[in-house]
C-alpha cells in the first residue's frame, strides 16, 4: 500500500460525507476493511492506523491472517460462501460470519459454536440480484425468505444475530435495492431488537448504502487498490 493513512482517510471522509447528507451521525457507520488477495502487512499498515475489523471472502485465508494476526487482537469477518464442513475453523478464530443463507449452514454454525463454547455472531446474506440475477453466484438467501432465516438463527443460543447483510445487484442503480434491503431490515429488527445493523455498501456504491440506513460499510478496492494488482491469488 503506497498511502494507507491518506487511502484510510479518504474513505472515512467518503462515509462520513454520506451520512452527513443523509442526516445521519457519522458514528453511526463502522468501516470493514475486505482485505481479500491482500498480504497481511496491508492490514498490519491498517491496523496500526487503528482499523479494528477486517473481512475476507475466502475461509483459508481469513483463517490464515486471524492466525498470524492474532496478536493485533482484530476481529475477522467472513463475507464469502460458507460450506458447512468449514464452519469449524471459522468459529474457531471468533470470526464473524456474514454470509448466512440457508438453514443447513445455521444449524451447523450453532451446532460448532455450542461445543466450541462459544457465541458466533452472523448476519443473514440476502440476495438482492432480481429473478434473473437470483443465480447464486453472490449468495444469500431471497428477500422473502429471510424473516424466517433471522428467525431461525434468533432461535439458537450459541449464535447472535447482528443484521442483514447484503451486495447490490451488478446491473442498474444499487439504490433501490439498497432501500428494499432497509425495509427487509426493519422488519427483521421489529422482531428481533438486537439485530440493528445493516451490512451493505462497497467501493462503489458506499454512498447510496449509507443514505439507505447501512451501519457497516465493506471497503476493498477504495482501501488497498485494484485486487488485480494484489500479488495473492485472484479476487
Ligand atoms: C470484495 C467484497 C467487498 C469489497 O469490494 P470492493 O469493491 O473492493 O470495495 C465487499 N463485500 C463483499 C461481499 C466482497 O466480496
Redesign the pocket.
Known amino acids: 500500500m503506497k498511502d494507507p493513512a491518506g487511502a484510510l482517510a479518504a474513505v472515512r471522509a467518503r462515509v462520513d460525507a454520506a451520512a452527513r447528507s443523509a442526516g445521519r451521525d457519522p458514528a453511526e457507520v463502522a468501516l470493514l476493511a ?1 482485505s ?1 488477495t491482500w498480504p497481511v502487512a496491508d492490514v498490519v499498515a491498517l491496523a496500526e492506523l487503528g482499523q479494528r475489523e477486517f ?1 475476507e ?1 475466502k475461509v483459508q485465508d481469513l483463517v490464515a491472517k486471524a492466525e498470524e494476526l492474532a496478536h493485533l487482537d482484530l476481529r475477522w469477518h467472513l ?2 460462501q460458507l460450506q458447512r464442513n468449514k464452519a469449524t475453523a471459522v468459529v474457531g478464530v471468533g470470526a464473524v460470519v ?2 448466512v443463507d440457508r438453514v443447513s449452514l445455521v444449524e451447523r454454525l450453532a451446532g460448532v459454536a455450542e461445543r466450541a463454547e462459544l457465541v458466533t455472531e452472523v448476519f443473514v446474506q440476502v440476495d438482492l440480484g432480481g429473478p434473473e440475477g437470483r443465480t447464486a453466484a ?1 449468495g444469500g438467501v431471497a428477500p422473502e425468505h429471510a424473516a424466517e432465516l433471522a428467525d431461525e438463527v434468533a432461535g439458537h443460543p450459541s449464535l447472535r444475530l447482528r443484521g442483514l ?1 447484503a ?1 447490490a445487484p451488478r446491473e442498474g442503480a444499487p439504490g433501490p435495492a439498497f432501500e428494499r434491503l432497509a425495509a427487509l431490515a426493519a422488519r427483521v429488527r421489529s422482531d428481533h431488537p438486537g439485530a440493528a445493523e445493516l451490512s451493505a455498501g ?3 456504491d458506499l454512498e447510496a448504502a449509507v443514505a439507505a440506513g447501512a451501519t457497516l460499510v ?6 488497498f487498490g485494484d ?1 488485480a494488482l494484489a500479488s495473492g491469488s485472484g ?1
Do not use: F, Y
Request: proline share 5%; hydrophobic share 45%.
Open positions: 475486505v481479500k473481512a471472502n463475507v464469502g456474514q454470509s453472490r447483510m451486495v462497497m467501493s462503489a465493506r471497503v476493498g478496492t477504495a482501501l485486487r479476487p
